[in-house]
Nanobody, 118 residues
Framework: QVQVVESGGGLVQPGGSLRLSCAAS????????MGWYRRAPGKQRDLVAR???????TYADSVKGRFTISRDNAKNTVYLQMNSLKPEDTAVYYC????????????WGQGTQVTVSS
C-alpha cells in the first residue's frame, strides 16, 4: 500500500505565504508524477500544479507566478510554495501521487485546508 500525507495548511492573510508538503510512503516502486489539486466550496477539484518524474511542470493559469511546485526525490516528498495568496485560493488542497510498475496507479491524500482571509 501507499500512503499519502499532506501538511502545512492553515489560515493566512491575503498576500501571505504558505508551504504545503506531501510525503508518500509504503510500497512505491517508482513515481510517475506528483501533483497538487484543490477544491473550493461548491466547485470541482482542479489541477493546481503537477511535476513529472522528468521534472516537467504544469500550473493552473490562476496560480502561475505565485505558486511553485518542487520535490525531494529521496524523501518521496513534493512541496507547494504558495506566495501572494488571495482569498480565491481558499480551498482544500489535495496531493496526488501516481506510481508506476506495470501500470500507473494514483493515490490521494486526505487534503489540507487553506484559508486566506483577514
Amino acid at each position: 500500500q501507499v500512503q499519502v500525507v499532506e501538511s502545512g495548511g492553515g489560515l493566512v492573510q491575503p498576500g501571505g505565504s504558505l508551504r504545503l508538503s506531501c510525503a508518500a510512503s509504503g510500497n512505491i516502486n517508482s513515481i510517475n508524477d506528483m501533483g497538487w489539486y484543490r477544491r473550493a466550496p461548491g466547485k470541482q477539484r482542479d489541477l493546481v500544479a503537477r511535476m513529472t518524474s522528468g521534472g516537467i511542470t504544469t500550473y493552473a493559469d490562476s496560480v502561475k507566478g505565485r505558486f511553485t511546485i518542487s520535490r525531494d526525490n529521496a524523501k518521496n516528498t513534493v512541496y507547494l510554495q504558495m506566495n501572494s495568496l488571495k482569498p480565491e485560493d481558499t480551498a482544500v488542497y489535495y496531493c496526488n501521487i501516481r506510481t508506476l510498475y506495470r501500470t500507473i496507479i494514483g493515490y490521494w491524500g486526505q487534503g489540507t485546508q487553506v484559508t486566506v482571509s483577514s
